[in-house]
């Protein structure tokens, strides 16, 4: 049954006053201005000028012209009673090279978007690192190369005396799984590398990079709020056969505890004795300590469930992923199963960890095929989506689980990685044309309900 509060609606009451509700973006996603005010280029500038990488040969170089138009974004946001704004710090902008000399006016820039929030009474929260590494950095090696721990210290250093006097909410990192196992596995995202001999010590040193970030971030910014997120999804076995079953434990390995467990202090967790033994060939004796830290908040990332079946083909996992298509099930322009159940799964899952005593959801969306029709927006699909995955969060959190805030993927439609704009993930429409905003019903709903 669903909830309702005592006004006979489901509103954020039911959550309660603490309950941090928000809207979350991305730098590479929405900026634009790709080489204005001193910015050097980043690995997604470079990717998505190779042929073939991005869908329809997209690019992020002018995307929703946040870089110009923040104010009127932030009126916005204003406007949709939100009060939590999560955002990306563009690493190429505050150092063009990666590293070396700091660049003002990319601090200036952030400082005006962290100084126009705080006048609006919009809480800033900043993700250090969502996937635009510095080029120049990737020319030595990327994540794969152990240096980027140090190149990465002296980022979050910067960023945390540059900001932290403002800004007492911070992410280290956007999804690590993802830009090491899309960016340096599979090479379907920036910087296109491959195979074990990529990821492994990319994984690594992303791990050790997770913890290093805290723990900068804890001794420098005073009264901070420090955490990282972690894209998740709840995994199921196929059927009830054993193999799929013990397919479905290494998936849920690699998608769910690769990032968190280590940080925990637990050490990596093993999908197989062979690839463990892969890895450790990065593993410095000491990692295990700097792999830990001590962070305030886990950011739960998740849209769907994943089914999984045994397969011989896969090394190591030997296990591969049903995609939703192919089961009949309810699915999103991503094709992403819509599964509401599966965020009160991973919140239960994540919950259980004795170590973690707060939990944010950093992101939780959809992506349909949105058209303007008489200036209009009619997402219901999108109000419905968010509605019941919220009931589904509502009922975590009565059971006991310490989750504490939900943050909105996205605010306005964007630039969605490798598969260019075609998804529309926002509440906000975007005319990329033009750079018309129009609040769909999804954002209109939003605003109803936080206000
Ligand atoms: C996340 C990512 C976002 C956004 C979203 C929708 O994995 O952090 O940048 O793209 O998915 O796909």
Redesign the pocket.
Known sequence: MNEVSKNNVFDKSLFGQNFKWGV?T?AY?IEGAHDTGGKGNSIWDKFSEEKGRINNGHHGKITCDFYNRFEDDLKLIKELNIPNFRFSISWSRILPKGIGDVNQEGIDYYNKIIDSCIEKGIEPWITLY??DLPHELEAKGGWTNRKIIYWFTEYVEICAHAFGDRVKHWMVL??PM?FTGAGYFLGVHAPGKKGLSNFLPALHHAVLAQAQGIRVLKSIVANAEVGT?I?CSHIEPYDSNLRNSLAAKRIDILVNRMFLEPLLGRGYPIIHKKLTAKLNKYILPGDEILMKADFDFIGI?N?TREIVKHSWYTPFLKAKIISADKRSVPITA?NWEIYPESIYNVLKQFGSYAEIKKIIIT?N?A?FNDTVVDEKVEDFHRKEFLENYLQQVLRARKEGVCVEGYFV??LLD?F??S?GFY?R?GIVHVDFETQKRTIKASGAWFKEFLK
């Open positions: 979350s991305s996603q969502h996937w956007n999804e993802v997120t894209s990332q849209y991503m992101e969306g992506a993927w996205s964007n969605e990685w598969e998804p993930f």
